[in-house]
């Protein structure tokens, strides 16, 4: 399960470099909310018009075709509500676990140079992390010495 150089995760510990990963991940989120705002102001205009449009050919206001279409828009509403949670969520997780590929890979480095002469273990970065170029250069880097 674990190495013997490993320690156990912890929930404390399940950021690794918590100001690069929470800013980073702020990005997504930032994200998340412009197209958030854009998709649903389209959906907004769309009902606008329809209603407009409805006004424009005579139909009086209080016909049921407006009590249809409010009902359309509060069932789009809902949907588009479950939607956005599911993807903030999905946004979230994905950030938080490429934040970890780029953020673990930079934590291991730091602590290998600053223990360049007493750190005895091989610089290794999982598969799935990003940088895999910094293996054969720490490596170069420790033979030097």
């Known amino acids: 399960m674990f190495k ?5 995760r912890q929930l404390k510990n399940l950021f690794i470099n918590p100001r690069f990963q929470f800013r980073f991940m702020s990005y997504f989120v930032a994200l998340f909310f412009l197209t958030t705002i854009s998709l649903y102001s389209t959906t907004f205009l769309f009902f606008w018009q329809m209603k407009e449009k ?4 005579g ?13 359309q828009k509060q069932d789009l509403d809902a949907l588009f509500i479950g939607l956005a949670i599911i993807n903030l969520l ?21 602590i290998q140079l600053q223990e360049l002469d007493n750190f005895p273990d091989e610089f290794k970065l999982r598969e799935s992390d990003f940088f895999q170029e910094l293996e054969p250069l720490v490596k170069k880097l420790k033979e030097k010495k």
């Open 59 to 71: 139909i009086p206001e209080g016909h049921v075709f407006f009590k249809f279409l409010g009902n």
């Open 90 to 110: 999905l946004l979230l997780g994905i950030g938080f676990i490429v934040s970890h590929r780029i953020a673990g890979p930079i934590h291991k480095l730091k």
């Open 4 to 8: 013997a150089d490993q320690t156990p």
């Open 54 to 57: 409805a006004i424009k050919v």
